[in-house]
Structures are given as C-alpha cells and as structure tokens.
Nanobody
C-alpha cells in the first residue's frame, strides 16, 4: 500500500515556475514507479511525466518536454515535478501516482497502470 500527498500547487503568472511535491508513505514507495498526471476542467486526465523506481529513467508528454522535470528522492519517499516556463494551458489539477514495479528501469504512461493516487493539487497559470 502506498499513500500519496501532493503539495506545491498555486497561482502563478505565465512564464513562472512551480515545484510540486508528492510525499509517499508506506514501505513500497521506493519500489514504485511514479507518474504525474493532470486534469483540466472539462477535459480528461492526461499523462504528464513518469520516472522509474531505480535508475531514474524518465518520459514526458510532448506538451511539457523541455519545460517540466520529474525527479524523486527515495530516501525521503518524495517525488517532484519542477515546472518552468508555465503557460495558461498548464492550468489543471495535478495528481501524482505510484505503482509497484518489479523492474528498476520501468516507467508507465498509462493511468490504468497506477493503483495509487494522491488527492491532487491545483495549478493555475494566469496570462
């Protein structure tokens, strides 16, 4: 079982930056691949970024590539999403998710791969 709590959301002007944190509890956080997803009003939840549990392999959605960076600190049971050059279209509720992964270099883009989810944190980017 993995419990996840996001923090760090807020209101920022276009071009600004935010860093989201995802605090995990439970013995399996360090054994889990992580992902960040977002959902804007009236839209479906969409994949943002993912990171493997062991060697830090990452994968990003094209819409955030070069602007967002996913990372994790297993010693602190915490994952991060550094968001730079924010745009109004990045406005959404951001969710972190985790899934226990047998392979240290595996990551997952599909929301269906993740059984554990945080409650979400609102990010609003003003123009």
């Amino acid at each position: 079982q993995v419990q996840l709590v996001e923090s760090g959301g807020g209101l920022v002007q276009a071009g600004g930056s935010l860093r989201l944190s995802c605090a995990g509890s439970g013995r399996t956080f360090s054994s889990s691949a992580m992902g960040w997803f977002r959902q804007a009003p009236g839209k479906e939840r969409e994949f943002v970024a993912t990171i493997s549990r062991g060697d830090g392999r990452t994968y990003y959605a094209d819409s955030v590539k070069g602007r967002f960076t996913i990372s994790r600190d297993n010693a602190k049971n915490t994952g991060y999403l550094q968001m730079n050059s924010l745009k109004p279209e990045d406005t959404a509720v951001y969710y972190c998710a985790a899934t226990v992964s047998y392979y240290s270099d595996s990551y997952y883009r599909g929301a269906d791969n993740y059984p554990y989810w945080g409650q979400g944190t609102q990010v609003t980017v003003s123009s």
